[in-house]
């Protein structure tokens, strides 16, 4: 099995902690304490709901992503009119 990137494993662990139910929303958690060796061995054992909170944390992160930028543009735009002043 590959290397599985820090990315990836955000993307599964939020999918999971967001979205899942109780026994995969455990699994996210599991994840953000699983080391490389620990993370692989819940991939392989859950290869189905790997895959599918992969595919939903990408698209919640994207938005995670979007929110930040937003807010770091309207905090700086904040700032310059706070310093005009």
Known sequence: MDRIS???????????????G????????????????????????FPEYWEKYLALGKELHVKEIERDEFLN???????LMWLKN
């Open 6 to 20: 820090q990315t990836e494993k955000y993307q599964v662990q939020l999918g999971m902690k967001t979205l899942g």
């Open 22 to 45: 109780g026994f995969v929303e455990t699994l996210g958690m599991l994840l953000t304490h699983a080391d490389p060796t620990n993370t692989k061995k819940i991939k392989k054992a």
């Open 73 to 79: 543009v309207k905090l700086k735009d904040l700032v």
